[in-house]
């Protein structure tokens, strides 16, 4: 398997077919090498859009609705971000990838071609970091914060995502009481499915952010709460399935 190939061909495909519009969603999903996030005996199906289990009765997500929720979410160069539910750590990449979540020691990124170029990325080849809880961020670069409640998985994450050179925190607890020492947060979301948008995530999104969930039982739907001055503004899009918050 090329999978920088394999990449290139996964987001052609989501884009013929509508399920990611922006440019900066393309580039992070054809960067990102999806591979290293789920156990070896999968690596051969991590370029299908479909979820793949992970260990730990969690499940990544596929490529698709990563896109669609970083979308909805409208993220910007520079935000700092809040995430509930890390698993292997492949949405928080994908994340960062936009914002620009990088380690200060990332000496190369990845070339986004999306024609006639060499779309291999240097993640590929990313050298090993030093596992850690926090990093710095470099100048004007975004950050992200991810609160896993598995320890396992937790642990796993934070080496994956600070070996391929991206600036997201990984904690582990109950990620519906938030980060509150790093908030106030330009966006937040959540990756598992809640019965109700939790009231902490909310309360450390600054005002005009969006806070995005999965809300419901065996099916969900996509609800995306915006902090105004004056409330609480709600949206909700498409049902969806994900693997319930874990208590």
């Known amino acids: 398997m090329d999978p920088a190939a394999e990449r290139a061909k996964m987001v052609t ?6 399920a990611i519009e922006e440019p900066e969603t393309a580039a992070a999903l054809r960067s990102i090498p999806r591979h290293e996030f789920v156990p070896d005996e999968r690596q051969r199906l991590a370029y299908r859009d479909m979820p793949l289990p992970i260990g730990q009765g969690q499940t990544i997500s596929a490529p698709h609705i990563v896109g669609r929720m970083a979308e909805l979410l409208e993220l910007d160069r520079g935000d700092e971000v ?13 994340v960062a990838e936009i914002v620009g979540a990088t380690l200060d020691d990332q000496t190369s990124r990845p070339v986004d071609t999306d024609a006639g170029g060499d779309p291999r990325s240097t993640h590929d080849t990313q050298r090993s ?3 850690t809880d926090t990093a710095e961020p ?33 904690r582990n607890g109950d990620g519906r009481d938030g ?11 959540l990756t598992c ?13 600054r005002p005009r952010g969006y806070v995005l969930a999965p809300v419901g039982n065996q099916i969900q739907t996509l609800v995306r709460l915006q902090v105004t001055d004056s409330g609480l503004e709600k949206e909700t899009f498409e049902q969806v399935r994900f693997v319930p918050v874990q208590t």
């Open 13 to 18: 495909r989501l884009q013929q077919r509508g």
């Open 82 to 94: 809040l995430e509930v539910g890390t698993g292997c750590g492949y949405h928080a990449a994908v």
């Open 129 to 131: 970091r030093q596992d």
């Open 138 to 170: 470099s100048d004007g670069r975004g950050m992200v914060c991810s609160v896993e409640y598995d320890a396992t998985l937790a642990s796993q994450a934070r080496r994956r995502l600070t070996r391929l050179g991206y600036n997201v925190q990984v």
């Open 179 to 189: 980060w509150p020492e790093h908030s106030p947060f330009d966006h937040g979301y």
């Open 193 to 205: 499915a809640v019965p109700e948008m939790p009231d902490a995530v909310v309360s450390q999104v």
